[in-house]
Nanobody, 118 residues
Framework: QVQVVESGGGSVHPGGSLRLSCVASGIEFSDYDMVWYRQAPGTRRELVAA???????NYADFAKGRFTVSRDNTKNTLSLEMNGLMPADTGVYYC????????????WGQGTQVTVSS
């Protein structure tokens, strides 16, 4: 059974930092592109950062320079280090695992809440 579980969310003041983690089990982790998405209330889910099987690290414009995505294939873990957080970063952050070739193998976590407010 495949499980994708996020952790590390919380409430911080503007300018603060958080580190999100995602652990995926039941899959061959190294065969999956791993992506962080987020969704604020009343908005569409949007890509935050991706760590591909090929070693690429891609970021949404709003994340560049503030967020760092990393993956550890030995621990089946995807991480997102977020610095300089702003109220606009508030939302539910989701981890997605999608097989690099078999796109139907696409799994989501339940999300972790990030709230940035003064």
């Amino acid at each position: 059974q495949v499980q994708v579980v996020e952790s590390g969310g919380g409430s911080v003041h503007p300018g603060g930092s958080l580190r999100l983690s995602c652990v995926a089990s039941g899959i061959e982790f190294s065969d999956y592109d791993m992506v962080w998405y987020r969704q604020a209330p009343g908005t569409r889910r949007e890509l935050v950062a991706a760590a591909t099987t090929g070693g690429s690290r891609n970021y949404a414009d709003f994340a560049k320079g503030r967020f760092t995505v990393s993956r550890d294939n030995t621990k089946n873990t995807l991480s997102l280090e977020m610095n300089g957080l702003m109220p606009a970063d508030t939302g539910v952050y989701y981890c997605n695992a999608r097989h690099q070739y078999e796109f139907r193998l696409d799994y989501w976590g339940q999300g972790t809440q990030v709230t940035v407010s003064s």
